[in-house]
């Protein structure tokens, strides 16, 4: 059973990763830049930032802006 909930949870951290790494990929270049300073961060930030601009190109992170609008629009209803 123990193993059973493991593997539920790795599927679901890897359903988050992949979902923020293509809808909101400003995450993984702020992640990135918080790391210590290295020859492979420097090289993953690099990598992150193209990422990025893959996503914006595509036109992917606009779903995630839109929600984001929407949530707060949501908020703000509630004050």
Known sequence: MYTTNLSKL???LIIAVLTTAIF???TLVIWTQNLP?????DTLLEVTEK???LMDGLGLTKVFDKLRELFRLF????R
């Open 51 to 53: 990422w990025r601009d």
């Open 37 to 41: 300073v290295n020859p492979i961060t």
């Open 10 to 12: 790795s599927y679901i």
């Open 24 to 26: 909101n990929p400003e």
């Open 75 to 78: 908020q703000e209803m509630d």
